[in-house]
């Protein structure tokens, strides 16, 4: 998460640009995005506890959740400073969460 993956949602995480487009596709692309995510949350896992993917399960979906809300919250707002702000704070969140 960055200024830089915030202003450009072409070359960023596609969960924060385009969410509520997904959520009004059909079955095939809601299935293909589940499928994404899925991966995205067991390499995160992975990464948190290597030795036990599924013990850290339920924290790599709070992590990519906050993630994603924050760069989506940040993208969203017309005032760069408070953008900054929220960006700067989900970082923080983030790694507080992760300990």
Known sequence: MSPEHRDHPGFGCPSA????????????TKQAYTDGTRD??????????????????????????MMVGTLQLSR?????????????QGIKNALAFMG
């Open 40 to 65: 995205v949350v067991e390499e995160v896992a992975a990464r948190l506890a290597p030795e036990d993917p599924q013990s850290a399960r339920a924290k790599a979906i709070g992590l990519f959740t």
């Open 17 to 28: 640009a385009l969410l509520d487009e997904i959520g009004r596709c059909g079955d095939a």
């Open 76 to 88: 969203a707002l017309s005032d760069g400073k408070f953008a900054d702000e929220v960006l700067e």
